[in-house]
């Protein structure tokens, strides 16, 4: 429970400490994505609901405000700031596999199609970008000061 988590936090801070929160989001919709373009066809012909709006970044990066929301809306906190940082993963095959692995939406996936999109994802890596890639992500970085009690 996210306000039980940010109460517990205002009670275990002292006044004017500070509150630091961050939240990876595993892409970045406004920069390239060669992986994402290159696996598209795969993820339309055996799970294309990964592909809705709903199951991917920009969900996520709705959910941004919210999050500000819930820290205002403690009480406990002065004003918050959020910071975007913009940044690159390079991985391997065998890493960009372990990492799509660990999605909620590919976790779901029925075993057969799940395993069939890592494979793919997997030799996309090794075949197909020589056998690294670089993926764009994106680190939000909330803070807010513990106003006095």
């Avoid at 990964?50 to 990066?61: S, T």
């Avoid at 999605?103 to 057969?112: D, K, T, Y």
Wanted: aromatic share 8%; glycine share 6%; hydrophobic share 40%.
């Amino acid at each position: 429970d996210p306000v039980a988590g940010l109460m517990k936090c205002a009670r275990a801070l002292r006044d004017h400490g500070w509150l630091a929160m961050w939240w990876t989001i595993w892409n970045d919709p406004d920069r390239p994505d060669a992986l994402r373009d290159m696996l598209r066809p795969s993820m339309q012909a055996k799970a294309p609901h990964l592909l809705e709006e709903e199951a991917g970044p920009h969900a996520y990066l709705r959910d941004l405000d919210a999050r500000m929301a819930q820290i205002d809306g403690i009480g406990a906190y002065g004003p918050m700031s959020r910071e975007v940082l913009r940044w690159e993963g390079r991985h391997r095959p065998a890493e960009i596999r372990r990492i799509l692995a660990t999605f909620a939406a590919w976790i779901a996936l029925p075993e057969p199609v799940r395993a069939e999109l890592l494979d793919e994802a997997e030799r996309i890596v090794r075949e197909e970008l020589g056998g690294t890639v670089s993926r764009p992500y994106q680190t939000v970085l909330y803070r807010a000061q513990r106003l006095r009690r």
